[in-house]
Each structure stands twice: as structure tokens, then as C-alpha cells.
């Protein structure tokens, strides 16, 4: 009688896992061209391997789900579901009335699209303008002195920036983001009034986890880098973030039609 030992198990089951992985990359690579191009290969796996933990720790097992999940990563943050300017997704991922796994999933994709529509567009007009506005006034707006206080320009800049996106979440909850910001920035060594609004713009724009993203590894690399100043932290962070929004500008606006 033939026995498969249990080396034998794990090496079939780590080939399943391979291969679902790439299925999601796949995934991803076919709807998300613009992400995946940002990405490349090796992040794009790391940010597979990312969403199918936290999916999995949200009791969503089924491929179908978990290409649901991935999809919310790409399209609200890597860390969406904890984010404070989304307050509806943690609600909806730990709602014990809805047992089964896919009518949670269907439900909190529902509700993101209808976020979704409200604050990016139905065709992405509304972030499009964002970004070109981060690109081309950013410098401005952090260096406007005409407000009293570090949350007055803060909240000021990201109505400027993305006018649809302060209305949806409100200024009520964008008031804890950026207290939340002030802190978490700190951590890192940022405790300049640019550098603060730079973070907190970075949390509205990217997602409040985007320190953690594994979208944005070169975000990370350079806030838990202990070897730099904080003048250059804030500069390199500066820089990197244009440098993303100047690829996605340049890809999904001068060409469109090509993925």
C-alpha cells in the first residue's frame, strides 16, 4: 500500500498554496494594472500573501472571498479595516449577526463601492483631480501660515486636496485622524508642524494604516529608518509620495488606454 508521509503532505500543500497565490497576483495584475505596475511582482505576492492573513482572520475562506478582500485592499488600503475614516468596514467585518462569511464580504464590497463612488468616481474624476492637485499645490498648502493651529491646517489642506472625500467621511471623524496622525507621526521622530501635516496627508490620501502597507513598502523603509534626521525623514517621505503620485498621475491620466 502507498503511504504519503507527512513531508509529502506539506510539500502538496505549500503547491496549493503557491498556486492559489499566483492566482490572486493574477488577479490583481489583471484588474489592477495600475497597482500592479506600481507594485512589481515581489510586492505584489507580499501583498497577496498580507490580504489572505487578514482575510483568513476574519473567518473568509473561500477563494471568492478572499479575491473579494483582496480587491477592497487595492482599492481602500491595505489596512482598510481599521482604518478611522472608515469606521463602516470594522463594523461590518465583526457584525456576529451576519454568520456566514460571504454575506459580510458582499456586504462591506457594497458598501465600498458606494464610498467608492462618492469619493473616487464612477470613473475615477474625482481622485484624478486629488492627485493632480497633491502634485501641483502640496508645497503650498504645507507651507500656508495663515491658520492658527496645526488641526486647522490640516483640515483645511484635505478639504483643498479632495473636497468629495472630507465631505463623505466628515470632519468629525477626520478631526481623530488627525489627532491620531499627530501621535503616530511622533512615533517616528516627526514632531515638525510640515512633517505632521505631510503624515496626516499621507493618512487621508493612502489609507491611516499606510505606515503598514505593504503597498507602500518605501513609505515604511524610510519612517522606521533610525539612521535619518528628522528633516530628512520628512524630505524623503516628501519625495516618495510625489514620486507615487506623479507615476499614477502619468499612467491612469496620459495614458488611459493602456494597462
Known sequence: MLRIRSQQIQTFEQAAISAFELRMVDHLRTYFPWHYRMWGPETARTVVRYGCQKAQSYGFMTERDICLYLTLIATLGGNFDTDRQLPWAQQILTDTSMREPTIRIDRLTDQ??????????????????????????????????????????????????????HRTVGEALLRGVVTDGVQRANTYGITSRRGQLLFIGLMFMFGCGFDTDPQLPNLATVLTDTELAEQAKVEKLHQIALLYVEKWVTWTIAEPDHG
Do not use: C, W
Open 112 to 165: 465600498a463601492m458606494q464610498f467608492l463612488d462618492q469619493t473616487v468616481g464612477k470613473k475615477d474624476q474625482y481622485l484624478n483631480r486629488a492627485l493632480l492637485r497633491v502634485r501641483n499645490e502640496l508645497d503650498e498648502l504645507l507651507a500656508d501660515t495663515s491658520f492658527p493651529d496645526l488641526p486647522t491646517h490640516a483640515l483645511a489642506m484635505l478639504e483643498k486636496i479632495f473636497p468629495q472625500k
